[in-house]
């Protein structure tokens, strides 16, 4: 299942391409943001910060059973790190409408680019 | 739609894309398809079974399976074999998914018997085998165990009372693939893995309860070989594979694999073929991270075996011995395995990868179980939840042909986007419990994307193998229960 990104900013950016995650496991509407979870990352490049932040949230997702519906990412697209707060809670199979499970981001088409103001994400997921 | 000039049609099955059709290609591609597969067959599977032809010390030729589809980097339903010196290992030839494969349990049961039942029968599983986002499994193991269960896989489960002692035998490898490391697998991927034992996972993912279909018995004497005896025997097909622990070990090495392909001089015509020489370090612990995947799978689908003989016990008030539900065979559909072939006049160890494709071994093979030595491996091939599986039998041929390889299952025809604005998932439901199937489902559109629409028509894939004398079939398995994820 693949999704474009896009933001005038990179942190926005970034914030985008963890609620299109998101939304492609569960309605996020089902989801309340009872527990926060904070993430600090580093990489080589930006493609792959974005790499390890949204391989991150999937890994949160099967070892701890979070998902999250709300997130403010801080990326330094200098130092290629970022510093993310997510918010969100227990899977709850009664009352979270579940979608599809997102198992892994391929290096399918997947890259950060950058046109003039804007930044755009592409990614495919394996489900 | 498929249709190249430069392709040569070797049979009425078979066709072959020379070397001369792209720069670069080492050996030519070889594709099995009858017309009609061939002509529905996405463009993709040509530039990527024709990219996989590039690879370093690849032998003989880039194959695709009956079923090919567009993957990520080699086709799904694709096969590649590689010099162990020479060649290389590639994440994308096996597959996200390490060892996504199918288990088949027979019982001694008669369809009469189970199907006043049936809907007792799948609600009971559906509780006892989770499926869908998120879901962990019953049966928990410890840190420190991870290295044993994915070293001895099915071996480790008969010693600790998780499996009958005739199990092992009956899963390919004898249920687990030598050169396993955990040292070589990221905390990341154990910590996902460890509360997954015995759950379904989603998306294709099925547990199914199958009736022997009397209308399609085409060798009788080699079902009784496998355990089929009856018409209307009732049989359990498990699909799934090494969920979150062998995705993260995938996703782990990609990235490794990406950043030294510069180091070896490798240069790749499509990212998701990162790939690096077999015989280098990164490439060493990517084979026994992999291996630990796929014994990982194993021992999943023992633990849902072991789900599925207690329900059966609790339904029909037997225990699983009484009912004779042993396992018939469990094969891979995505591995990488090192294997001895003979090919172009030599006799020798190479890499074969599989990924969405079946081993077929033929009779005598060493590595075949004793009681199915002389007939040759079972292949189980899976079809969609609407139309059923198949049961056939490796080949010499498929030695001689194809590294001991045949297709896997159907192919998707169509994105789940577009097969979930074509069906509803409750209206299809209902449509399949009026044609004898009773579905139960984690979620609705999860049902909808696995409409027997979505996928290719698998008789077809099963005729066009057999008629290439890769697989031959031996009964088909009708749907009459399915647990989806």
């Known amino acids: 299942m693949a999704f474009e990104a896009s933001s005038n900013t990179v942190s926005g950016l970034f914030e985008s391409c963890a609620e299109a995650l998101t939304e492609i496991m569960v309605d996020p509407r089902t989801v309340k943001p009872r527990v926060t979870r904070v993430f600090e990352i580093s990489a080589d490049t930006l493609d792959r910060l974005l790499y390890d932040f949204l391989t991150e949230l999937i890994v949160v997702k099967d070892v701890d059973s979070l998902l999250f519906s709300k997130y403010l990412v801080r990326v330094d697209p200098v130092g290629n790190s970022l510093k993310a707060t997510a918010k969100g809670e227990e899977i709850d199979r009664g009352r979270h409408k579940l979608r599809n499970d997102a198992k892994a981001v391929t290096m399918h088409m997947f890259g950060v680019t950058r046109a003039g103001r804007s930044w755009k994400a592409t990614v495919v997921l394996d489900i | 739609m498929v249709q190249l000039a430069s392709m040569k049609q070797i049979s009425d099955v078979a066709w072959e894309i020379p070397p001369s059709y792209k ?33 370093p010390g690849i032998v003989r030729y880039s194959y695709a399976m009956a079923d090919a589809h567009w993957g990520y980097g080699f086709p799904i339903g694709g096969v590649a074999a590689f010099d162990l010196e020479k060649g290389v290992i590639s994440p994308g030839g ?125 060798d009788r004497d080699l079902a009784k070989n496998f355990g089929i005896v009856h018409d209307d025997q009732v049989v359990v097909m498990i ?29 790749v015509r499509d990212r998701d073929l990162a790939c690096l020489p077999i015989s280098s370090k990164e490439g060493k612990d990517y084979y026994s991270a ?43 559909h995505n591995v990488g395995k090192v294997e001895h072939h003979t090919f172009d006049g030599t006799s020798t160890d190479v890499l074969v990868h599989r990924k969405g494709a079946t081993r077929s071994f033929g009779p005598g093979h060493p590595d075949i179980p004793a009681p199915y030595r002389a007939v040759g491996q079972p292949v189980i091939i899976g079809g969609s939840m609407e139309t059923g599986s198949y049961l056939l039998v490796g080949t010499k041929k498929a030695m001689e042909e194809t590294f001991g390889s045949t297709a896997h299952g159907s192919g998707r025809t169509m994105s789940r986007t577009a097969a979930k604005r074509e069906v509803r998932g409750a209206e299809l439901q209902k449509k399949m419990l009026e044609r004898g199937i009773y579905v139960k489902a984690a979620t609705m559109d999860g049902l909808a994307e696995e409409a027997g629409m979505a996928y290719k028509d698998i008789s077809e894939v099963v005729e066009t193998m057999d008629a ?18």
């Open chain 2, 23 to 55: 720069a670069g290609m080492n050996v030519p591609a070889r594709i099995y398809a009858n017309k009609t597969l061939l002509a529905g067959m996405d463009a993709g599977v040509i530039d990527q079974v024709t990219n996989v032809a590039c690879l």
């Open chain 2, 94 to 218: 096996i597959g996200f998914d390490v060892n996504c494969g199918m288990r088949l349990i027979r019982t001694n049961l008669h369809y009469s018997e189970v199907k006043p039942r049936i809907k007792e029968l799948v609600d009971l599983i559906f509780r006892l085998v989770p499926a869908g986002v998120g879901v962990k499994g019953s049966q928990s193991f410890g840190q420190s165990q991870m290295g044993d269960i994915t070293t001895l896989g099915v071996r480790w489960c008969a010693e600790h009372d998780l499996a009958w002692d005739d199990d092992p035998e009956h899963v390919e490898e004898g249920g687990f693939i030598k050169g396993a490391d955990i040292s070589k697998v990221s905390r990341q991927a154990v910590s996902r893995g460890i509360s997954q034992f015995g759950t379904l996972g989603s998306g294709n993912h099925y547990l199914e309860i199958q009736v022997v279909d009397p209308a399609r018995y085409f």
């Open chain 2, 239 to 267: 699909h799934c594979g090494s969920r979150g622990f062998g995705h993260q070990i995938c996703t782990d090495y990609l990235r490794t694999f990406e950043s030294n392909m510069r180091k070896f001089g490798i240069e």
């Open chain 2, 290 to 332: 992999m291996v630990c995947a796929a014994n990982f799978a194993f021992v999943n689908r023992q633990i849902i075996v072991n789900q599925v003989r207690d329900a059966f016990s609790r339904v029909f008030h037997r225990d699983a011995e009484a009912l004779d539900m042993h396992l018939i065979y469990d094969v891979c």
């Open chain 2, 468 to 485: 290439a004398g890769i697989s031959k079939k031996v009964v088909a398995l009708r749907p009459v229960g399915n647990i989806k994820g």
